[in-house]
């Protein structure tokens, strides 16, 4: 029984893990479209594969991840009128990311890491945290910690230069190009045929957001960039980087 996953632990032995003061992290996703190339769940499946190599190197512990995220945006994951996109209303999120600090919270848990992986539920992460402080603070207690983080904000510029060779689209419209496609060739290759990647040029978007949305503002694709040039060792790279950046950001940050 030496897994991080919580959920495959009995209770005595997490327990103890929390009674010794495990971090628990928990990836936060979405079941997203994300192309025609690959699976419906690179947002929950990446935070997840992260957490656990995070867990691992700091000795905490993995929740189970939330796999549905907020509204897939038009400007950021296609839009949420795509088949297969299937999202929570802002609220639904806020309460269920409330409920799970808040037993956390009850178990004895103090420091806990929400590790996103779906651009659109970032507000609503907030939320909840700021709801469950609220709740633990009426119950006296004041010393619950949460980190949210978004895994590619710890993607750095020599990173960026290596895998991306001037070509930087920015992060938003990301969804479905090389970032994802590359790191599920590395965790996760049987869920991307590169066969199936259409080669396009990264969507352009006026200043401004327009409801209901206009469909033919997203690429027929669903992917809001080419993931032509994703490759495993680009995924590798990155794994590493992301991994590296938050073990050293929550050591920091806790101590
Ligand atoms: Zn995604
Ligand atoms: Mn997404």
């Known amino acids: 029984m030496d897994s991080v996953d919580i959920a495959d632990l009995a209770w005595?032995?997490?327990?103890?893990?929390?009674?010794?003061?495990?971090?628990?992290?928990?990836?936060?996703?979405?079941?997203?479209?994300?192309?025609?190339?690959?699976?419906?769940?690179?947002?929950?499946?990446l935070p997840t594969a992260?957490?656990?190599?995070?867990?691992?190197?700091?000795?905490?512990?993995?929740a189970p991840a939330i796999a549905y995220g907020y509204k897939s945006q038009q400007k950021s994951g296609g839009g949420n009128h795509m088949p297969g996109t299937t999202s929570l209303d802002g609220w639904t999120l806020t309460c269920v990311v409330r409920d799970v600090l808040r037993?956390?919270?009850?178990?004895?848990?103090?420091?806990?890491v929400m590790v996103n992986g779906h651009f659109e539920n970032s507000?609503?992460?907030a939320e909840g945290i700021d709801l469950a402080l609220r709740d633990l603070g009426s119950h006296n207690i004041k010393d619950f910690r949460c980190i949210v983080l978004s895994y590619w904000d710890f993607i750095d510029q020599k990173t960026i230069d290596t895998i991306y060779q001037g070509t930087f689209p920015g992060w938003a419209v990301e969804h479905g190009g090389v970032l994802e496609t590359s790191l599920m060739l590395h965790?996760?290759?049987?869920?991307?045929?590169?066969?199936?990647?259409?080669?396009?040029?990264?969507?352009?978007f006026p200043p401004y957001d327009f409801f209901p949305i206009k469909p033919e503002w997203t690429p027929s694709s669903g992917c809001l960039s080419?993931?032509?040039s994703a490759a495993a060792t680009h995924g590798k790279l990155i794994f590493s980087v992301c991994v590296e950046g938050i073990s050293g950001a929550l050591r920091t940050a806790f101590d």
């Open 50 to 62: 992260i957490a656990r190599k995070v867990a691992q190197n700091i000795g905490g512990l993995v």
């Open 12 to 45: 005595p032995v997490y327990d103890d893990r929390v009674k010794k003061g495990a971090v628990v992290l928990i990836p936060v996703g979405a079941l997203e479209q994300h192309g025609p190339h690959m699976s419906m769940n690179p947002d929950v499946l």
């Open 103 to 112: 037993e956390l919270a009850r178990h004895g848990v103090r420091r806990t």
């Open 226 to 228: 080419s993931a032509k």
């Open 123 to 125: 507000a609503f992460l």
């Open 187 to 204: 965790l996760y290759p049987n869920l991307v045929n590169m066969d199936l990647v259409i080669d396009h040029p990264p969507a352009t």
